[in-house]
């Protein structure tokens, strides 16, 4: 039997301001995982940066700073077998015109900085968000 996991999902604020939250809760649930904890919150500019930290350099740092710093996000923990990969299928590609349809980018994202959610994109990942956002 394989061991639970847990990841780290969030819902950005277009998801929220979008009333998008229960969508994003339902599709997890109905795919098997287990919502474990949840939170709504502001992002600060200091937790953004030790959030996206892997993007410092990047040329987008700044609107992506800006973006999830602009209203409040639902940050969540998510357990299951497989959980991790479980609700990066479910989300779909990070650009909503690339994601398959039945996702959550490729039915409800806008935009490659507004696509609704963001997931752990591996373990070391999850426990760092999972830590960040809940410790």
């Given at each position: 039997?394989e061991?639970?996991?847990?990841t780290?999902?969030m819902v950005k604020?277009d998801?929220?301001?979008?009333?998008?939250?229960?969508?994003v809760?339902?599709?997890?649930?109905?795919k098997g995982?287990r919502?474990?904890?949840?939170?709504?919150?502001?992002?600060t500019e200091?937790?953004?940066?030790?959030?996206?930290?892997?993007?410092?350099?990047?040329?987008?740092f700044?609107?992506?700073?800006?973006?999830?710093?602009?209203?409040?996000?639902?940050?969540?923990?998510?357990?299951?077998?497989?959980?991790?990969?479980?609700?990066?299928?479910?989300?779909?590609?990070?650009?909503?015109?690339?994601?398959?349809?039945?996702t959550?980018?490729?039915?409800?994202?806008?935009e490659?900085?507004?696509?609704?959610?963001?997931?752990s994109d591996?373990?070391e990942s999850?426990?760092r968000?999972l830590a960040?956002?809940?410790d």
């Amino acid at each position: 039997m394989e061991m639970d996991e847990h990841t780290f999902v969030m819902v950005k604020p277009d998801g929220v301001s979008r009333g998008l939250i229960g969508e994003v809760i339902s599709r997890l649930e109905r795919k098997g995982l287990r919502l474990e904890r949840i939170r709504m919150l502001t992002i600060t500019e200091e937790m953004a940066r030790h959030h996206y930290a892997e993007h410092l350099e990047r040329p987008f740092f700044p609107e992506l700073l800006d973006f999830i710093c602009s209203g409040p996000v639902v940050a969540m923990d998510w357990s299951g077998p497989g959980a991790i990969a479980t609700a990066r299928e479910v989300m779909g590609a990070t650009d909503p015109r690339k994601a398959e349809r039945g996702t959550i980018r490729g039915d409800l994202g806008q935009e490659v900085t507004q696509n609704i959610v963001h997931g752990s994109d591996g373990p070391e990942s999850a426990k760092r968000e999972l830590a960040l956002f809940f410790d």
